[in-house]
């Protein structure tokens, strides 16, 4: 526990955190995303994805058990992201209190100089789509339970969609840079590997905002209704 | 060419500077950057003023002494150049540029475009050595090396300690430079004892400096002038999780 403590002290300590919370984000939404793809199976595949997702596990641990862990990892590893990187930026701030008059970048891109901004935008995304799809608060005919009706309704307004698909947009850029450091920052990566892990990058922020975006775009089209 | 320069003056750490603006005339192309600043320089003292105070030592690219952030980028951004072997040729006739010194809180500025670079020399000082036997002198070669592993010790020994990356990193970080101090040593045979403590002591050393954390941006590899590459960051961060998850103190 000590040696946890003083790991994380360290920047590049809260730079694994970072990683290790990012990678499971990161393998969550790859989940996500493909379920997601069953409300191509119609309501019933939909609703009853939905169902197996409440009940999976059973009867060996009871209903919503698994749902549950999955949903206390996640905001573990949420928080735990948001923590490190806060304390992060403060310490990047910090390091410079005198700025250039003159900026230029190299090798900076779109992605890597906004890492910070997309967090926060999918920070309050995410707030807004647990309140949308989960708690059903900011969805204006939420049936709890009819998760295809759920999906199928909020579709219909193209704001709500145009919201989704900025969103997922703002996830694609977000991992553009995340996947690829991840494996930097826990020192997986050297000459050998660098192609690998950008290109995994690029196929994740590309496949991820396509997959994502397949479902709104699906139901605003009336393709799924 | 004529230039006209956004210098950063600075009397001294203790007082507030300000950019002051002077005309060049009749720069060579064939002229260095610094030997450009030696002209300048000159004129300054002919009318009486105070020549602009920046670091220089071996002007040949070796030594690392020289650095000045010009038009934003760390030794002027010419690949794989420190400022003194910088060319005016690499300039436009009529161009102004803007001189700024390092800038990071672990690089307090002590005159004009000289920062205090010992921070640095604190991270070395942390971990940057390895043991030796004492007495007789070894036999050449006695102690062998993969090709591949000697090979990147010795890019990540290029590293001369200029402190670009610092200046260049969006976050001021100078992971760089410790991940490349520790590169080189952990490559090799006789750095494997202290492998462990160096790099946590080194890193301690880094943080407690003042410097920022790396995100993987890539600004430090575009202007370091001896080009040491980003794995350098990658390697130090697994030694270190190594190390702290080993125990290894």
């Known amino acids: 526990m000590a040696a946890a403590v003083a790991l994380y002290r360290s920047s590049i300590g809260k730079k694994a955190v970072m990683a290790i919370t990012g ?46 862990v999955v949903r206390i990892v996640l905001l573990v590893a949420v928080s735990a992201h948001v923590i490190s990187a806060i304390q992060l930026t403060r310490q990047g701030i910090e390091s410079r209190p005198q700025g250039y008059k003159v900026k230029r970048r190299l090798r900076a891109n779109f992605a890597s100089m906004t890492l910070r901004w997309g967090g926060v935008a999918l920070f309050l995304f995410l707030i807004y789509h647990l309140m949308h799809f989960t708690f059903g608060n900011a969805h204006p005919t939420f049936i709890q339970g009819d998760a295809y ?8 307004n193209p704001l709500t969609v145009g919201i989704y698909l900025l969103a997922v947009a703002a996830l694609g850029v977000h991992l553009y840079h995340g996947v690829w450091s991840i494996f930097q920052t826990i020192g997986l990566n050297d000459e050998r590997t660098d192609a690998l892990w950008r290109g995994l990058s690029v196929v994740s922020a590309i496949g991820l905002f396509v997959g994502f975006s397949i479902v709104p775009v699906a139901v605003l089209t009336g393709l799924v209704r | 060419m004529n230039l006209t320069l956004q210098v950063w003056r600075q009397k001294n750490a203790a007082t507030p500077g300000k950019y002051v603006t002077y005309q060049l005339a009749d720069v060579s192309p064939d002229m260095s950057f610094l030997e450009m600043l030696d002209v300048l320089n000159q004129e300054l003292i002919l009318k009486g003023e105070e020549p602009i105070a ?15 952030v010009i038009n934003g980028l760390a030794h002027g951004g010419q690949r794989g150049t420190t400022a003194c072997q910088l060319h005016m040729r690499h300039f436009k006739d009529g161009e102004t540029l803007t001189l700024e010194p390092w800038r990071a809180k672990a ?39 993969p090709k591949e592993n000697a090979e990147k010790a010795m890019d990540a020994a290029a590293c001369i300690g200029c402190g670009a990356c610092v200046a260049a990193c969006p976050n001021a970080s100078a992971m760089l430079f410790t991940g490349a101090k520790i590169a080189h040593l952990g490559l090799l ?17 880094m943080d407690e400096e003042g410097f920022g954390g790396c995100t993987n941006i890539g600004e430090c590899t575009a202007v370091c002038p001896k080009e040491i590459p980003l794995d350098v960051i990658a390697r130090m961060n697994r030694d270190l999780l190594v190390a702290k998850i080993t125990g290894a103190s």
């Open chain 1, 23 to 68: 990678f499971i984000g990161y393998g969550y939404v790859i989940l996500h995303m493909i379920g997601n793809l069953k409300v191509f199976e119609g309501p019933e595949g939909f609703n009853h994805y939905a169902e197996f997702l409440r009940t999976v596990g059973e009867p060996a641990v009871p209903e919503r058990t698994l749902l549950w």
């Open chain 1, 149 to 156: 009706h759920n999906v199928v309704s909020a579709f219909t």
């Open chain 2, 54 to 68: 920046f670091d220089h030592d071996c002007r040949e690219g070796i030594c690392g002494a020289c650095g000045v």
């Open chain 2, 107 to 145: 690089f307090p500025v002590i005159k004009d475009l000289i920062v205090d670079r010992s921070a640095l020399d604190r991270i070395i000082q942390a971990g940057g050595y390895v043991s030796v036997s004492a007495g007789g002198v070894p036999d050449a070669n006695t102690i062998a090396v």
């Open chain 2, 189 to 205: 045979p006789q750095g494997q004892i202290e492998r462990g403590r160096r790099v946590i002591h080194m890193v301690e050393q």
